[in-house]
Structure formats: C-alpha cells, structure tokens
C-alpha cells in the first residue's frame, strides 16, 4: 500500500485532515490540489480547487450554466482540466514526493481528463494522499478497491 484515500460524510474534515499532514511534512515536495467552499452572505456559492502552488479555479458555482450539474452548482470541466487537474499529473511532477487529491468527488469525476490522470498518480512511483466519496459511481468504487489503496473513513472522532 503506498495510497492512502480518505473517505467520510461531507463536512467531517477531510481536507482538514490533508491540510494538516501537510503541515506535519514541510520537506516533502508535494504536488497537487485542495478544494474549499466559496461562501457568500447567504451560505455556500459553491467550490474552489486551490493547486497547492497557490493558483485557483472555481470548480462549481450556483451561477454557473450549463449541462454539468451537481445540486444547484454548475461545474466548469474545462477549467478545472486547464487549471487544476495538470497539478496531479506525475509526468510532469517527477520531482515530486507527494500527490495530493482532494478530492475524488462528483464533480470532479464530470472530467475523463481527469479520471485517467487519478489513475496514472495512482500507478506511479509517487504515494497519493486524496479523498473520495463516501459514496459514488462505478469509478470511485473501483479506486477505493485497489490493492494499492488503503481507504480511511474520517470521523469527528478520529480526524
């Protein structure tokens, strides 16, 4: 096992948990990207992949037309696949020690670019540190049954 997913209900702190293993590994040289609510007056617009390099996307937005749904927000496949999914890419990250994915979700699975891209982090040399859905299609069942993965459910109590 060099992967590690972390799985568990939305809200429960899983980007919190990569966020602080992150902190816990300063010399580690870690490529990839983070996902955070964007949150206005009345609650949450939607969400932003953050490449821990420092650059932004906005993943999905209450405001944001177009076929690829989830809920209420829209999600822009092209940008994220120009933006953000090039950050967990391990041919164009050799250097790298670290790959971190977060997260393997709905939204992010809109994308085939990104889809195949998983998978290749997946069957490099470099060790995974993500998250993906509690639940999920087809796709996301077959990464967290991989022999190479070990999946960790995030609770309250443990994170």
Same mark, same amino acid.
């Given at each position: 096992?060099?992967? +590690?997913?972390?799985?568990? %209900?939305?809200?429960? &702190?899983?980007?919190?948990?990569?966020?602080?293993?992150?902190?816990?590994?300063?010399? *580690?040289?870690?490529?990839?990207?983070?996902?955070? =609510?964007?949150?206005?007056?009345?609650?949450?617009?939607?969400?932003?992949?953050?490449?821990?390099?420092?650059?932004? @996307?906005?993943?999905? #937005? *209450?405001?944001?037309? &177009? $076929?690829?749904? *989830?809920?209420?927000?829209? !999600?822009?496949?092209?940008?994220?696949?120009?933006? /953000? !999914?090039?950050? *967990?890419?391990?041919?164009? #990250? $050799? @250097?790298? @020690?670290? +790959? !971190?994915?977060? =997260? /393997?979700?709905?939204?992010?699975c809109f994308?085939?670019k990104f889809?195949?891209?998983?998978?290749?982090?997946?069957?490099? #040399? +470099?060790? !995974?540190? &993500?998250?993906?859905?509690?639940?999920?299609?087809?796709? +996301? @069942?077959?990464?967290? %049954? %991989?022999?190479?993965? =070990?999946v960790i459910?995030?609770?309250?109590?443990?994170?």
């Open positions: 096992m060099k992967n +590690i997913l972390l799985t568990g %209900r939305p809200g429960v &702190g899983k980007t919190t948990v990569i966020m602080r293993a992150l902190e816990l590994l300063p010399g *580690v040289r870690a490529t990839g990207f983070y996902t955070r =609510e964007l949150r206005g007056p009345r609650g949450r617009l939607g969400f932003e992949a953050v490449t821990l390099d420092g650059r932004r @996307q906005t993943l999905a #937005h *209450v405001n944001f037309k &177009g $076929p690829r749904r *989830v809920s209420k927000y829209g !999600v822009d496949v092209a940008g994220f696949e120009e933006a /953000i !999914v090039p950050s *967990v890419d391990p041919a164009l #990250h $050799p @250097q790298a @020690q670290l +790959i !971190v994915v977060d =997260e /393997i979700g709905k939204m992010e994308s085939a889809k195949e891209t998983v998978v290749r982090a997946l069957d490099s #040399h +470099i060790p !995974v540190l &993500g998250t993906i859905g509690l639940r999920g299609d087809a796709f +996301i @069942q077959s990464l967290k %049954r %991989r022999e190479d993965v =070990e459910e995030v609770t309250r109590a443990n994170r």
